[in-house]
């Protein structure tokens, strides 16, 4: 009797954190990161009914059938319904599973773009960097034993390519806001995660793989990248950004950053 | 009642014994995290007592927290939700139900469970050793768990003894395996059918079933990447790798490898824990109807399919791994269709209470609660099967939120369920029914207040495994919300003295049982 109470309460207490605007995403900034809210919304209204549908009735068979010196009344079993219930969630939840699919494959299937521009992510124990293959549009040649953190080159970019001598590294993500961007997400040490709330994007950083990720911010401002795979002590620091940026002052930024460019 | 002793149920109270010094030791662990993340700077004497090295000056450092971490994962999986529903319970109550006069092979019981013992021993060694125990979580991913101290303190002997202590746990699991299957096929009372036995036994059947096969693949797993550790083997390690700045020298592992074999046994994991729990619901749900259980035939597929379709779906703990996003796809379509046996299991269960007169025992409490928790932690691996939806969410507290509902706190229900019934079995007393029911309340709300709010730190993204939130800006919104999810705990933990009272209390001075105190059908209370 309380109990069929208490539970309804709680899941009314639950169902109404739902409508709290506080705790919530973030502001999406890209079509995918809309498409993502989108089938959410979608997911949420389902598993919400299915909540409340279950619970209440969980609640009201307690409170219906509690002991007041009945009969018992029930059946032990009834095929017709093991089918019908059966059936009705296997459309259900392998309906939700195919309505899903659409924002994974925008995210992992579509292929490359030739106008995207591509940046190298680098993560280590516990900082990430990213190189930009500068004017040549071709990133040079890495070698392990020229890598030096200190120097400035943590990616070993090996002084004897020519292709390498205008690559750029950096310690935050710039891109252009409305271009596509293709990010090679490599690790040296340990797994590590890319995590972008607001592209609602999180790719696992493996090391021996490189690994790609395709967006295209549409708002410019700058975002926090939180490390989100157990990496080692300093996981919980291993912050960094993305800063998305006009056109225009993407190209001034690096303009500039060009010419400091020292070669190794 | 000797320590070595063969009787089935000797050993099965020495398992359960055990599952309840490790639950409240996971759950003292668990406060000094809770409070930690909301009191990241706070020093405290205590710490620096228990941990001098992992809290110097009584400042609890980041490594420490993600050992306690470790540790508290690893307990609640291994030594609490394996230990009490399937060899506890089964080991007590199997053969009494199926007519048997003990296991099959009662030296073989004993040996499980004093291996299950040195394994415990083993783990909880590595709080002790230099750099402590190790932070990699409970689910040791390589490279991090595979390279030694170098990737960081308790990445050295701490984790070495922890790979030890799960193999030990592998060869233990699979001994009380064999054991149970073993029982089922040869030790029934003649003229009993599969069909005719218990939905409990079905529980721990299909539970010793699927034990066999993932243990089966944690345990070469976990010797491989003790042979990249100590023998300098490259399973699991990739080449080129730069930790610390010192060049490894290994090349050709894949850590994408171990994540396959570990999940291989991980997700089935979740069913070990979760199975026995739901044979017990069953029967606990009948008997307090005054009904017989609906659907049974329906609820022994329904065990099966989970059984055999739980082993396709370790995948959905990949979708951001970065393996191939074609794989993806077709686990999620598993995922998705292994929740519908689930869902039928919810429905029966209702069906069951329908048309019933239902006495509300302490045991019942618990049942309906575990109804309540398992839709409530359910429904979100609706969201997190789907791999679209996964991207967000993996690896943020929306996942801490719903595994602790769905396999912690859900099974915790179930065993509690299970003490209050057979409890009169066990030791011809009954636990005190009032203050099991005052326990179930207050406990009911805390779990609900306590792990409720952590999916809204999901939805703000919020990464699990994080010692604090200081470096965050947008972590800055959730300080409150966690501030009144430590409170909630500190409250769950200290409801759950009136249980540990009642528990001892009722051993001794609990009110005398009858032969059959619920008017309960199967064999362990009617034979005699
Ligand atoms: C008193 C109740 C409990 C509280 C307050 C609690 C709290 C916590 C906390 C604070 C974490 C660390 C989260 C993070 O930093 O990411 C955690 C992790 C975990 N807990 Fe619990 N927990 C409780 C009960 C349980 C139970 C009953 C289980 C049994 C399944 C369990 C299983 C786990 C696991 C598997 C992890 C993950 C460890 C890892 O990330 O490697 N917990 N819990
Ligand atoms: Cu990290
Ligand atoms: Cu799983």
Redesign the interface.
């Given at each position: 009797?309380?109990?069929a109470i208490?539970?309804a309460a709680?899941?009314g207490?639950?169902l109404a954190?739902f409508f709290?605007p506080?705790?919530?995403?973030?502001e999406a900034i890209s079509a995918h990161a809309r498409a993502?809210d989108a089938?959410?919304l979608v997911?949420?209204c389902?598993?919400g009914c299915?909540?409340v549908f279950?619970?209440g009735?969980?609640a009201w068979?307690?409170f219906r059938?509690?002991?007041?010196?009945?009969?018992?009344?029930?059946?032990?079993?009834?095929n017709t319904?093991?089918i019908a219930?059966?059936s009705a969630?296997?459309v259900i939840?392998?309906g939700?599973?195919?309505a899903?699919?659409?924002?994974?494959a925008?995210?992992?299937?579509e292929g490359s773009d030739p106008r995207a521009l591509k940046v190298e992510v680098l993560a280590?124990?516990f900082a990430w960097s990213y190189r930009y293959a500068g004017a040549d549009g071709a990133f040079g040649r890495v070698d392990?034993k020229q890598?030096d953190?200190a120097g400035g080159n943590s990616f070993g970019i090996d002084a004897k390519d020519p292709k390498g001598k205008d690559d750029l590294t950096a310690a935050v993500l710039r891109v252009p806001v409305g271009r596509p961007v293709e990010l090679h997400l490599k690790s040296?040490?340990?797994?590590h995660?890319f995590?972008v709330?607001e592209l609602?994007?999180?790719?696992?950083v493996?090391?021996?793989?490189t690994?790609p990720l395709r967006f295209t911010a549409t708002k410019t401002g700058t975002y926090?990248v939180?490390?989100?795979?157990?990496?080692?002590?300093?996981?919980?620091?291993m912050?960094s950004s993305l800063v998305v940026m006009t056109e225009e002052d993407y190209a001034a930024w690096l303009a500039e950053a060009q010419q400091k460019v020292v070669l190794p | 009642m000797t320590l070595f002793s063969t009787d089935h149920k000797v050993i099965g109270k020495q398992y359960i014994g055990l599952a309840l010094f490790s639950v409240f030791l996971g759950m003292l662990l668990s406060l000094v995290m809770r409070f930690h993340l909301v009191h990241p700077d706070t020093k405290v004497r205590l710490f620096q007592m228990l941990w001098p090295e992992g809290a110097p000056g009584g400042q609890m450092?980041?490594?420490l927290y993600?050992s306690l971490m470790t540790m508290h994962g690893t307990i609640m999986v291994f030594f609490v939700l394996t230990t009490a529903p399937q060899s506890g319970f089964g080991n007590y109550f199997l053969p009494l139900q199926i007519g048997a006069h003990d296991m099959a092979f009662p030296v073989l019981n004993m040996l499980s469970f004093w291996t299950t013992a040195l394994s415990l021993g083993t783990l909880l060694l590595a709080f002790v050793v230099e750099g402590g125990a190790p932070?990699?979580?409970w689910t040791a991913?390589p490279?991090?768990s595979g390279l030694g101290k170098i990737?960081?303190?308790g990445q050295g002997l701490g984790q070495d003894l922890w790979i030890l202590s799960i193999a030990l746990f592998c060869v233990a699991s699979l001994m009380g395996a064999i054991n149970i299957i073993v029982t089922v096929i040869e030790l029934r009372a003649p003229g009993m059918g599969y069909f005719d036995m218990p939905l409990t036994c079905w529980g721990w059947f299909v539970t010793a079933l699927i034990s066999l096969f993932a243990f089966a693949v944690l345990l070469p797993g976990g010797v491989l990447l003790l042979l990249d550790r100590v023998a300098g083997t490259s399973f699991f390690i990739?080449?080129?790798?730069?930790?610390?700045?010192q060049?490894q020298g290994r090349s050709g592992?894949?850590?994408?490898l171990f994540q396959h074999l570990f999940w291989f046994f991980g997700h089935p994991e979740v069913y070990i824990a979760i199975l026995p729990g739901m044979g017990v619901i069953s029967t606990v749900l009948s008997v307090f109807?005054?009904?017989?259980?609906?659907?049974?035939?329906?609820m022994t597929v329904a065990m099966l399919a989970i059984g055999g379709l739980g082993f396709v779906v370790w995948g959905h703990h990949m979708f951001?791994?970065?393996m191939s996003?074609?794989s993806?796809?077709a686990f999620?379509?598993l995922?998705?269709?292994v929740?519908?046996p689930s869902?039928?299991k919810?429905?029966?269960w209702?069906?069951?209470?329908?048309?019933?007169?239902?006495?509300?025992t302490a045991a019942m409490?618990y049942a309906?609660?575990f109804?309540?928790l398992f839709?409530?932690g359910g429904?979100?691996g609706?969201?997190l099967?789907?791999?679209?939806?996964d991207?967000?969410f993996?690896?943020?507290y929306f996942v801490v939120a719903h595994f602790h509902l769905i396999m912690g706190v859900a099974a915790v229900f179930a065993i509690w369920a299970a003490l209050h019934y057979w409890f009169p079995k066990m030791y011809g007393r009954f636990l005190n029914e009032r203050l099991g029911k005052i326990h179930f309340?207050l406990t009911?709300?805390g779990v609900?207040a306590v792990f409720?709010?952590l999916h809204?730190?999901g939805?703000?993204?919020n990464?699990r495994?994080?010692?604090?939130?200081k470096?965050?800006?947008?972590l800055k919104?959730?300080t409150g919300?966690h501030m009144g999810v430590t409170h909630a705990a500190y409250f769950l933990a200290a409801v759950q003295l009136i249980f540990l009272f009642n528990y001892f209390w009722s051993k001794r001075r609990g009110a005398v049982a009858p032969g059959n105190p619920w008017g309960a059908t199967t064999r362990e209370w009617t034979d005699d």
């Open positions: 009797m309380a109990i208490l539970i709680l899941a207490a639950t954190l709290q506080r705790w919530w995403f973030p993502y089938h959410f997911t949420l389902v598993i299915i909540f279950a619970q009735l969980l068979v307690i059938y509690r002991d007041r010196g009945q009969a018992v009344t029930g059946s032990d079993g009834n319904l093991e219930w059966t969630t296997a939840f392998l939700l599973a195919l899903g699919q659409g924002i994974w925008g995210v992992h299937l280590k124990q392990v890598i953190d040296r040490d340990v797994i995660n995590f709330r609602r994007l999180k790719q696992d493996v090391p021996g793989m690994i926090e939180p490390c989100s795979e157990l990496c080692g002590l300093g996981h919980h620091q912050r | 450092t980041p490594e993600l932070l990699s979580g991913y490279p991090l990737t960081g303190p990739p080449g080129g790798l730069i930790v610390n700045d060049v592992g894949s850590p994408l109807s005054g009904k017989k259980v609906f659907g049974y035939k329906a951001i791994s970065g996003p074609y993806s796809i999620s379509v995922t998705m269709a929740g519908v869902a039928v919810t429905f029966n209702l069906a069951t209470l329908w048309g019933g007169r239902l006495r509300f409490h309906l609660g109804v309540s839709i409530t429904i979100t609706l969201v099967g789907q791999p679209g939806l991207i967000y993996h690896d943020t309340f009911f709300v609900y409720v709010p809204f730190a939805f703000v993204g990464p495994r994080y010692p604090d939130f470096e965050y800006e947008f919104s959730v919300l």
